[in-house]
């Protein structure tokens, strides 16, 4: 399956700031759309979209801390380059510990920032897969019924058969039977595959539920 081509979102304040920037990848032939606010960018912001992000971090109103932090909220996975005409080394921390690839400060190198935009569009690519990878094992476990959920559940806790059979009141031959049915609907060959997979899943959604 050929991946989409990635988008390069620029939001900044500063028209001069993205038309100049949409100018250099366009030069490069990367597609770009720029956004002159967060409120605007988040309008059109299309979670399933393969893309990364260039963001200025003092905007009116809304902010590219705020806005990162709306995106952390969302649970998006599009990598963000921060950019700033008064960086500084707390601020280039905060961007990091929250999330984003880089941070450089205006004015910045064409090369370097297209070599960085370009890292970041390798990445946004490896993470829009695990993404989708994602979705379709959500999509699966939801097909699950609800004694294969138990059953489920209880594999990943690292339960024999004999035991779980024991705590459902049901036979081991059954217990088998909705294991086999369980790593069929999930298209997963192996328990130990099985198990990892799906114990992601479930501590991220977790965490995503948590305060």
């Avoid at 941070?103 to 960085?116: A, T």
């Avoid at 990878?133 to 609800?146: A, D, G, H, I, Y």
């Amino acid at each position: 399956m050929t991946l989409p081509a990635p988008v390069v979102y620029i939001v900044d304040d500063d028209h001069g700031m993205r038309t100049s920037l949409s100018w250099l990848l366009d030069s490069v032939g990367m597609a770009s759309e720029g956004y002159a606010s967060a409120a605007e960018f988040l309008a059109a912001y299309d979670p399933d979209r393969l893309a990364c992000l260039v963001l200025d971090v003092r905007m009116p109103e809304v902010g590219g801390f705020d806005l990162q932090s709306e995106l952390n909220r969302r649970g998006a996975t599009l990598p963000i380059i921060f950019v700033s005409g008064h960086g500084d080394i707390p601020m280039s921390v905060r961007a990091l510990q929250n999330g984003a690839i880089d941070f450089v400060e205006k004015p910045y190198n064409s090369q370097q920032m297209l070599d960085r935009v370009q890292r970041a569009t390798k990445l946004a690519a490896q993470r829009h897969a695990a993404s989708q990878k994602l979705r379709q094992l959500r999509q699966r476990l939801e097909s699950l019924t609800t004694r294969e959920t138990e059953v489920l559940r209880a594999v990943v806790d690292g339960k024999p058969s004999k035991r779980i059979a024991t705590e459902l009141a049901i036979s081991v031959k059954t217990v088998d039977v909705h294991r086999a049915s369980v790593k069929e609907k999930l298209g997963v060959a192996s328990v130990a595959k099985l198990v990892r997979e799906v114990a992601a899943v479930w501590d991220l959604d977790a965490g995503l539920l948590s305060p």
